[in-house]
Every structure is written in structure tokens, then in C-alpha cells.
């Protein structure tokens, strides 16, 4: 099993970009999350899906949209990246009736 | 809202010093706290939760209610626990499993 996957690793943007940052699961998860890591913040919840079909903002989803898109896969777009979204973001997933989240690598984004 | 705070941005100690990671949260329900591990170049991953009151490489953390704490400890350190830590809480029960992270504290263990 993979595990959590996400892609890209890197990516350096232009302010006013867009792009989409995918993630996918092979561990038949329902649950799905995305959360933004920034020095000195912790991670912050963007935007979670508690199942396929289902997505719900978290804690900053301001500038960003999601899509879940079957069971496996839980993409994030950036429509018009900011530098504000320079960031590491990782995608994660929750067993069924479990509360451990099972982290993706994560995606460095820089944003110019 | 729930908030957790981890006060120490950063925590130095000696191989084999006791080490704990403090931390602290605020939740109107019955919380249920975790403590992941970030090691360098690695992905996040859990290391203990309370529910379970197990040591995981010599760690443990109790839940102290009256304090609101979930400090994360171990009697001798060593250089392989260097890494970033976070402490979580969980809500929205078992259907969304939200967390809520702390702002993480980056312990360096010295040989």
C-alpha cells in the first residue's frame, strides 16, 4: 500500500496562478483532509471531507476550493494564488470509525 | 472554540536528559488529545493518543483534566527522538474527526 500520496512535491507559482494540488488514498479511508503547515501555526484544517459526495470548509478555506472525487482522491485548487498561500500543504485520511489521520509527504508551494 | 497550545517553539536537551513537551488545551466536550511526530524528511505520523495509555519509544503523556494539559514526557532522551512535535485534539466526534493542531515544538536532543 502507498499510503497517503500526494503531488505535486514542489511548485513555485506566480501571484494570480492557479493549480491544483492532488491527493489520493488507497486504504479505502472515508474520511479526507487538507491542512496548510506555516511556521509557527501548527497546521491548519483548509478544507475536510467526512465522506464521498461531502466537503466542508475547516478552519482557513478562504482561497481555496475542493473537489472530492470519488472515495480515493481529494484535490485542492488555488484559483488565483496569493503569496499569503506560500505554504507546506498535506492531504490526510481517516479510517471509518477510527480517530487516527494518516498523513500524505506533503506539497511545498511557493507563491511569487 | 477548541484551542491547543504548545508554549515551547523550540526545546534543547542533552542524550539521555528527561525531556517533556508541554502541552495545553481548551474544549467545551470530553476531549480527546494525540501527539503526533513530524521526523526530519518524513511525513507526519502519530505517536500516542490518551485513549490508549500506551508508551511508544518511551513516551508517554497523561491527560490531566483539572489542569487541561497533555504533556508529552520521557525519563531519557535520545539523539533519534530529535524532531518536530504536535499536539492535536480532536471534535466534530466520530463522523467528521476534525483536529485541531498546536503551533509545534521542535526538540533537538544533543549527543
Known amino acids: 500500500n502507498a499510503g497517503v500520496t500526494q503531488t505535486p512535491k514542489f511548485q513555485v507559482l506566480k501571484t494570480g496562478q492557479s493549480m491544483t494540488l492532488q491527493c489520493a488514498q488507497d486504504?479505502?479511508?472515508?474520511?479526507m483532509y487538507w491542512y496548510r503547515q506555516d511556521p509557527g501555526m501548527g497546521l491548519r484544517l483548509i478544507y475536510y471531507?467526512?465522506?464521498?459526495?461531502?466537503?466542508d470548509k475547516g478552519e482557513v478555506p478562504n482561497g481555496y476550493n475542493v473537489s472530492r472525487l470519488n472515495k480515493r482522491e481529494f484535490s485542492l485548487r488555488l484559483e488565483s494564488a496569493a503569496p499569503s498561500q506560500t505554504s507546506v500543504y498535506f492531504c490526510?485520511?481517516?479510517?471509518?470509525?477510527?480517530?487516527?489521520?494518516?498523513f500524505g509527504p506533503g506539497t511545498r508551494l511557493t507563491v511569487l | 472554540a477548541q484551542r491547543v497550545t504548545q508554549p515551547e517553539k523550540l526545546l534543547s536537551v542533552f542524550k539521555g536528559a528527561p525531556v517533556e513537551l508541554k502541552c495545553n488545551y481548551s474544549?467545551?466536550?470530553?476531549?480527546?488529545l494525540f501527539w503526533y511526530v513530524q521526523y526530519s524528511r518524513q511525513r507526519l505520523q502519530l505517536l500516542l493518543r490518551?485513549?490508549s495509555r500506551e508508551s511508544i519509544k518511551g513516551f508517554t503523556a497523561d491527560l490531566n483534566k483539572g489542569e487541561t494539559s497533555f504533556h508529552l514526557k520521557k525519563p531519557f532522551a535520545q539523539e533519534e527522538d530529535s524532531a518536530m512535535y504536535y499536539c492535536?485534539?480532536?471534535?466534530?466526534?466520530?463522523?467528521?474527526?476534525?483536529?485541531?493542531f498546536g503551533q509545534g515544538t521542535i526538540l533537538t536532543v544533543h549527543p
Open positions: 490526510a485520511s481517516r479510517y471509518p470509525s477510527g480517530n487516527e489521520q494518516f
Open positions: 486504504m479505502n479511508h472515508n474520511s
Open positions: 471531507s467526512a465522506s464521498e459526495g461531502t466537503t
Open positions: 474544549y467545551s466536550g470530553s476531549p480527546e
Open positions: 490518551h485513549i
Open positions: 492535536a485534539l480532536i471534535s466534530g466526534g466520530t463522523s467528521y474527526g476534525k483536529l485541531t
